[in-house]
């Protein structure tokens, strides 16, 4: 008999991992095995002991889908995984036109060729989209709020706030596949491999994460008053901020790096990273293309 080995994340879905699982119970048929992500031992060691026909579902939001990427990229497996969103944004299922506590569908083909992106030295893979600036600081305000009250964080709220009185933006390089592009008081920067990210939000409404080139897409939010900017940025969500060339560039390329002039918070798959001054995001063909030349170099 097969069984579900159900990947779950305890902070998910602002802490309801037993709402969760509860609903993800009404799906499942087989025997469940439940493994705590936030676990190291659990990838390899239950991962690598699945027989044929058990499969893997993720349990979680779209920041448990990041780690769960990033966790199992080095680890080899046929097993089928599953996803059963239950996260406060759920930016990936809503590609799928799915809704949170839908049925668990399959994703596993979405977990390979994945984009990585290098902030503060570090490099990691990323599911939806990379975000720079304002939506930055919003994940940093939710993170405060999240730490002292058990209530939903408003980000729309945060945003409005942060526009009108708390977040000074900040001019940016942008250069995408060696071509430098300079931006004054630049709102937010993000580079897309999906096409939602922010609870729903489209900055780049024509990526494509099933592209044949493989291309990401950074759209730069610029120039624009406090006013100005809060009028447009309801729009973000249908993603006709587009319209509005003088303020909102979009480029799309392999390899994106965005460097502010004075440090942001940024965030990754709606995972908070504090004092950012720049980030360079790659296409999963851009690494191929790297890795070809370095196992040339070192033949010859």
């Given at each position: ?7 779950y994340n ?15 119970n009404s ?6 095995v439940?493994?705590?992500m936030t676990?190291?031992?659990?990838y390899e060691?239950d991962i690598?002991s699945?027989e044929?026909?058990d ?5 979680g ?19 089928d995984v599953?996803?059963?969103p239950?996260g406060s944004?759920?930016?990936f ?16 083909k979405?977990l390979s060729?994945l984009?990585?992106?290098t902030?503060n030295?570090e ?6 989209g990379?975000g720079?600036?304002i939506d ?5 305000e939710?993170d ?9 964080v408003?980000y729309?709220?945060?945003a ?12 940016a390089r ?11 008081k630049v709102?937010i920067?993000?580079?897309?491999h999906?096409k ?7 900055p780049?409404?024509?990526q494509?994460r ?17 006013l100005k ?5 309801p729009?973000?969500?249908?993603g006709?901020?587009?319209k ?6 979009v480029?799309?390329g392999h390899e994106i ?11 990754i ?6 004092n950012?001054?720049s980030?360079?995001?790659r296409?999963s063909?851009t690494a191929e ?5 370095e ?6």
């Amino acid at each position: 008999m097969a069984k579900a080995y159900v990947f779950y994340n305890p902070i998910a879905g602002n802490g309801q991992s037993e709402n969760m699982l509860e609903a993800l119970n009404s799906y499942i048929k087989d025997e469940a095995v439940f493994c705590d992500m936030t676990k190291n031992e659990v990838y390899e060691k239950d991962i690598l002991s699945m027989e044929k026909d058990d499969y893997i579902i993720i349990c979680g939001g779209d920041g448990t889908l990041n780690r769960f990427a990033n966790k199992i990229s080095a680890i080899k497996f046929d097993n089928d995984v599953l996803y059963f969103p239950c996260g406060s944004g759920n930016d990936f299922a809503r590609e799928f036109g799915k809704n949170r506590f839908d049925e668990p569908f399959s994703i596993k083909k979405y977990l390979s060729g994945l984009p990585t992106v290098t902030v503060n030295g570090e490099s990691s893979l990323f599911i939806n989209g990379m975000g720079y600036g304002i939506d930055g600081y919003c994940c940093e305000e939710g993170d405060k709020i999240r730490a002292t009250s058990d209530k939903p964080v408003n980000y729309t709220a945060i945003a409005i706030k942060g526009l009108l009185f708390h977040y000074k933006p900040a001019n940016a390089r942008v250069t995408v596949d060696g071509v430098t592009t300079e931006f004054k008081k630049v709102w937010i920067a993000p580079t897309m491999h999906g096409k939602y990210y922010g609870g729903g939000m489209m900055p780049t409404p024509a990526q494509d994460r099933c592209s044949e080139d493989g291309k990401l897409s950074v759209m730069v939010f610029h120039g624009s008053s406090k006013l100005k900017t809060l009028m447009i940025f309801p729009s973000l969500f249908k993603g006709e901020h587009i319209k509005e060339e003088k303020y909102v560039t979009v480029l799309t390329g392999h390899e994106i790096t965005v460097e502010y002039d004075s440090p942001k918070p940024a965030q990754i798959d709606g995972e908070t990273v504090l004092n950012v001054s720049s980030y360079t995001a790659r296409s999963s063909r851009t690494a191929e293309i790297q890795n070809k030349a370095e196992e040339a170099a070192v033949e010859n």
